[in-house]
T-cell receptor, first 115, second 116 residues
Framework: AQKITQTQPGMFVQEKEAVTLDCTYDTSDQSYGLFWYKQPSSGEMIFLIYQGSYDEQNATEGRYSLNFQKARKSANLVISASQLGDSAMYFC????????????FGTGTSLTVIP | DTGVSQDPRHKITKRGQNVTFRCDPISEHNRLYWYRQTLGQGPEFLTY????????KSRLLSDRFSAERPKGSFSTLEIQRTEQGDSAMYLC??????????????FGAGTRLSVL
């Protein structure tokens, strides 16, 4: 099974600053997908960004970018220009065989944006 | 399309009772997933369907749990003889199969179960 590790239980960032949330994964597969989700206090998991193992460029979606370092097996999420509405739990997840047969989530990082 | 919907949002039950949750996926999605999330943890995969076929089941899914997707549209998750350890958020997600969709899952708001 592919394990996802998020080592930062909680993070604080000043409004308008950038923040990096760490994620490492453990896989022996060549083809896999990596994802980041946001979970506000309401509970719904919101998809943010996707990175495929064969994608040559780091993924970007608006203020979100993924710092993908394949050799280090890391897929860190960078949020630029933080907003108060970014305060939430953030989960890194993997599709370890690129088939969608199973997904694995990390334990999450709680981000608090300080005004 | 309003996204993935789950019903009910909250359920309180007594230990030993049966409960059933419903999930309506995004209409064009053929894959549907169920997860369980406990406090302070990420979602844990329970099972998934492609159309009406249940293709994968986690060892977490004890024999008290059963899921169906009879017509390949909505799905139900039933828990029989509930235990206090079943208290959790139950999340449903859907996606389309195939590489173009990248298996990106879209989630509902979840059903929070409390077993007293």
């Amino acid at each position: 099974a592919q394990k996802i590790t998020q080592t930062q239980p909680g993070m604080f960032v000043q409004e308008k600053e950038a923040v990096t949330l760490d994620c490492t994964y453990d896989t022996s597969d060549q083809s896999y997908g990596l994802f980041w989700y946001k979970q506000p206090s309401s509970g719904e998991m919101i998809f943010l960004i996707y990175q495929g193992s064969y994608d040559e460029q780091n993924a970007t979606e608006g203020r979100y970018s993924l710092n993908f370092q394949k050799a280090r097996k890391s897929a860190n999420l960078v949020i630029s220009a933080s907003q108060l509405g970014d305060s939430a739990m953030y989960f890194c997840a993997s599709d370890p065989t690129f088939t969608g047969n199973q997904f694995y989530f990390g334990t999450g990082t709680s981000l608090t944006v300080i005004p | 399309d309003t996204g993935v919907s789950q019903d009910p949002r909250h359920k309180i039950t007594k230990r030993g009772q049966n409960v059933t949750f419903r999930c309506d996926p995004i209409s064009e999605h053929n894959r549907l997933y169920w997860y369980r999330q406990t406090l302070g943890q990420g979602p844990e995969f329970l099972t998934y369907f492609q159309n009406e076929a249940q293709l994968e089941k986690s060892r977490l899914l004890s024999d008290r749990f059963s899921a169906e997707r009879p017509k390949g549209s909505f799905s139900t998750l039933e828990i029989q003889r509930t235990e206090q350890g079943d208290s959790a958020m139950y999340l449903c997600a859907s996606t389309s199969s195939g590489r173009i969709a990248k298996n990106i899952q879209y989630f509902g708001a979840g059903t929070r179960l409390s077993v007293l």
